[in-house]
């Protein structure tokens, strides 16, 4: 998948277009790491990490609008966005918390997905970024009855990245005032062979330390409430394998893939993180 180019022909006068135009915060370190983010959605518009073989040679990892001016102006995918308040969907634009049940906004068929209508993604946050340029933070409040939703939520996105090495920590908080559930993320998409490569990603290897799932409702991308063993099925990289291996063979919905969560045990993740690898990379590396 390529990078996307954005022509714009006629331009509304937008206030999230135009307070945001140029807006864009590049943070970079000595190891020619950098990572650039937008206010709009809090977003990660471009992480550049150094060629394998000519460090002085940067490649995009990350799949977005090559202008920022995209992130505002048409839907897209949530490239490189916060999501919440929970990602994902809720089943009949329903729950029920405490004993009440809270209506929200159904804007995916009877569902609700990615914290309903007025979403994160397509939203300016606060911005500011620290004097070294090696950190960047987002703030913004999701009022009590946002798209449903029980509460007032500040909400705290934080991106930094140390003075060498090539690690991108993203640190998320939240404060409320009522009981209301979260389920924050960053919406990012990889190519680890560059965001404007034609190569697939399917000979990556991954490997995710979990060995539970939660199984989809067939045809739809909603959880059953089961939590399944992934041994034996497509499902498991508990000890690594190709991401192509066995695609064709798991239930993404309407077409086949993944789209599943992962149970990971408290504190795990610290320990073993998910990652990728290349088994095979251009130019030898």
Same mark, same amino acid.
């Given at each position: 998948m390529r990078r996307l180019q954005?022509?714009?022909?006629?331009?509304?006068?937008?206030?999230?277009?135009?307070?945001?135009?140029?807006?864009?915060?590049?943070?970079? &370190?000595?190891? &020619? +790491?950098?990572?650039?983010?937008?206010?709009? =959605?809090?977003?990660?518009?471009?992480?550049?990490?150094?060629?394998?073989?000519?460090?002085?040679?940067?490649?995009?990892? $990350?799949? =977005?609008?090559?202008?920022?001016?995209?992130?505002?102006?048409?839907?897209?995918?949530?490239?490189?966005?916060?999501?919440?308040?929970?990602? &994902?969907?809720?089943?009949?634009?329903?729950f029920t918390l405490d004993g009440a049940t809270h209506k929200l906004e159904a804007n995916d068929g009877k569902h609700t997905l990615h914290g309903g209508t007025v979403r994160w993604s397509r939203l300016v946050w606060s911005a500011s970024v620290s004097a070294d340029k090696l950190t960047a933070t987002f703030m913004r409040t999701s009022k009590d009855g946002e798209s449903g939703f029980p509460g007032s939520v500040r909400v705290m996105v934080r991106y930094s990245i140390p003075e060498q090495g090539t690690h991108l920590n993203v640190t998320m908080r939240a404060m409320t005032d009522k009981a209301t559930p979260l389920n924050i993320l960053n919406h990012a998409y990889f190519n680890l062979k560059g965001a404007t490569s034609d190569s697939s990603v399917l000979d990556y290897v991954v490997n995710i330390p979990s060995n539970f799932y939660t199984p989809a409702v067939p045809g739809q991308l909603l959880p059953? =409430?089961?939590? +399944?063993? $992934?041994?034996?099925?497509?499902?498991?990289?508990?000890?690594?394998?190709?991401?192509?291996?066995?695609?064709?063979?798991?239930?993404?919905?309407?077409?086949?893939?993944?789209?599943? &969560?992962?149970? $990971?045990?408290?504190?795990?993740?610290?320990q073993q993180p998910v990652w990728w690898r290349r088994e095979r990379t251009p130019g030898g590396c």
């Open positions: 954005l022509l714009v022909l006629a331009l509304a006068a937008s206030h999230s277009l135009w307070s945001c135009r140029c807006m864009v915060m590049t943070l970079q &370190n000595k190891s &020619n +790491f950098s990572v650039t983010v937008t206010p709009i =959605g809090a977003s990660i518009q471009k992480l550049l990490v150094p060629d394998c073989k000519d460090s002085s040679r940067q490649i995009d990892v $990350v799949l =977005g609008y090559e202008e920022v001016a995209g992130y505002s102006l048409f839907p897209h995918p949530s490239f490189g966005a916060t999501v919440g308040r929970v990602a &994902n969907r809720i089943s009949g634009a329903q059953t =409430g089961q939590v +399944f063993r $992934v041994r034996g099925t497509p499902y498991d990289f508990a000890n690594g394998r190709k991401l192509g291996d066995r695609l064709l063979a798991a239930d993404g919905g309407p077409h086949k893939g993944y789209d599943a &969560n992962y149970l $990971v045990p408290q504190g795990a993740a610290e």
